[in-house]
């Protein structure tokens, strides 16, 4: 069955605007969380707030070691990580060194 082409089109484009709106969530999404991320960082930093189960400031996690849409990766699953699936609270993290932490922080601050 033909389908005339206006109507083709709005139907397509319809597709194209709901894709586009799911990846503006997502990127704000993402954007969110990686504003939490510093500021939690920045209050532990200060004294304000304890130090937590962070991926940032583990000695497994690697940032920004590939290109793409998971650039991190974590040595004690062996799995690369999106910056959305980064832990705030990992059950099983162990704290780098203070030194470490803030190379991990840099490191972390400087995408791929």
Known sequence: M???APVYRDRHAGILQARTRRTTRSSGA???FSGVVKMIRAL???GLVP???MCVTCTHFRPNVRAGASPHYCAF???PLATEQLRLDCPEHELAAEAARR???ERFMRPA
């Open 2 to 4: 033909l389908v005339p």
């Open 30 to 32: 993402k954007a969110f």
């Open 44 to 46: 532990q930093e200060q």
């Open 51 to 53: 130090l937590s189960g």
């Open 77 to 79: 699953v062996d799995a």
């Open 103 to 105: 190379d991990l922080w």
